[in-house]
């Protein structure tokens, strides 16, 4: 009897083959993948939701502004045009600081998790076209919102 089996005679021994490492492996990043992905998801809706309330504020604190320029003349267009380009902006702006701190953090931690880190623009262009999406659509509504704006109610409004 060997003395590993002396040391420990009720215990039960398991062979570990390189499949049964490589299944937990699979298993694991498909796990990584599962949570990375919902909180991006998470951070995709609370960007919005946030875009969605500045727009909001920034149509609402402009009412004046907006029934001025339609009473002077202003296309119900060019309003709409003035909304979405603003909105876009700052779309633009958080995308940039978001791939910005994501490539800081990727590249500060690279070394200590000795894993392969793949940054191109393969990798985080696909999420910044979601992004871009995402922002048209949440400024274009609000955009028309504000374009659709009476004159004389506008001015009324405080």
Do not use: H
Not at 132 to 151: D, H, K, N, Y
Request: proline share 4%; aromatic share 6%.
């Amino acid at each position: 009897m060997a003395d590993w089996a002396k040391a420990w005679p009720d215990a039960e021994w398991q062979v570990l083959t390189s499949d049964r490492l490589l299944e937990g492996a699979r298993r694991l990043s498909r796990t990584v993948r599962w949570v990375y992905g919902s909180v991006s998801l998470l951070c995709l809706v609370l960007g919005r939701v946030t875009l969605g309330s500045l727009m909001t504020l920034g149509v609402k604190q402009r009412q004046r502004e907006i029934g001025l320029r339609l009473a002077i003349g202003a296309t119900p267009a060019q309003v709409c045009g003035m909304f979405l380009v603003e909105g876009l902006t700052m779309t633009l702006l958080s995308a940039i600081i978001g791939i910005g701190f994501s490539w800081l953090m990727v590249t500060s931690r690279a070394p200590s998790i000795e894993l392969p880190m793949i940054w191109n623009p393969a990798t985080w262009l696909p999420s910044l076209m979601i992004v871009f999406l995402l922002g048209i659509l949440c400024s274009l509504g609000l955009a028309l919102l504000a374009s659709r704006t009476a004159p004389a109610e506008a001015m009324r409004a405080e």
